[in-house]
């Protein structure tokens, strides 16, 4: 199984919800991400979970949280966002072998979230 | 910081070859990786080079000249279903796990 699931697929919410996103892999594997992808652009990392433990956050805003419930499950909580945070939402994962530089990622099909 | 730059579009016909180039510069440098993403789907995986040369796998192939700072992906055989956008890749500044992607280049394949 090569298959990472996220959930919903598309999700519209006003600037007071509070919405999360979900991902989910059975690879075994122990690094998750988060990429945010523009239109007509490249994803962009926001977040790194490595062993269940959050690494790195690219200077994301607060009103993006993640949550690493455990080695298969991640989460991205969504509050007070804003129309310009309307993009594709891309989770990935990779084995983090050691320095992790040469993992392969493996992409989920993404949510595609707009802000109204 | 990273940058990669690539070619935004590139247009070929069914079965002819095709050359997406990659120059990159970097903080250290970790290898340099591909990824497809069709419209509407997830990037997925090419191929990886963590040194100078040719790699094949089936159709594609990608290179690596360190020296340059340069990569490019090779499609030979094109089919229409090659049509998507590519992505050249390098991990982030000081080797972190991730990556950072180059802008992309849309391939249109035409009949």
């Known amino acids: 199984d090569t298959e990472v699931t996220q959930t919903p697929k598309h999700l519209v919410m006003g600037m007071t919800n509070k919405k999360s996103l979900k991902c989910e892999q059975h690879?075994?594997?122990?690094?998750m991400y988060w990429y945010k992808q523009k239109a007509k652009k490249p994803p962009e990392l926001m977040f790194v979970?490595?062993?269940?433990?959050?690494?790195i956050n690219e200077s994301v805003p607060s009103r993006f949280s993640p949550e690493c419930p455990n080695s298969s499950l991640l989460n991205l909580h969504l509050h007070a966002l804003q129309p310009e945070d309307s993009a594709l939402y891309l989770c990935?994962?990779?084995?983090?072998?050691?320095?992790?530089?040469?993992?392969?990622?493996?992409f989920g099909p993404g949510t595609r979230l707009t802000v109204l | 910081g990273q940058s990669l730059e690539q070619p935004s579009e590139v247009t070929a016909v069914e079965g002819a070859i095709v050359q997406i180039n990659c120059t990159y510069q970097?903080?250290?440098?970790?290898?340099l990786s591909w990824y497809q993403q069709h419209d509407g789907g997830a990037p997925t995986f090419l191929s990886y080079?963590?040194?100078?040369g040719l790699e094949e796998t089936g159709r594609f192939s990608s290179f690596l000249s360190r020296s340059d700072s340069y990569g490019y992906l090779l499609l030979q055989e094109l089919q229409m279903k090659d049509s998507a956008s590519y992505f050249c890749?390098?991990?982030?500044?000081?080797?972190?796990?991730?990556?950072?992607f180059g802008s992309g280049t849309r391939l249109q394949v035409q009949p």
């Open positions: 990935a994962s990779s084995q983090d072998r050691a320095g992790g530089v040469s993992d392969t990622q493996y």
């Open positions: 080079n963590a040194l100078d």
């Open positions: 890749a390098v991990p982030p500044r000081g080797g972190r796990r991730a990556l950072t």
């Open positions: 690879m075994g594997h122990r690094a």
């Open positions: 979970y490595s062993y269940e433990k959050l690494s």
């Open positions: 970097t903080s250290g440098f970790y290898g």
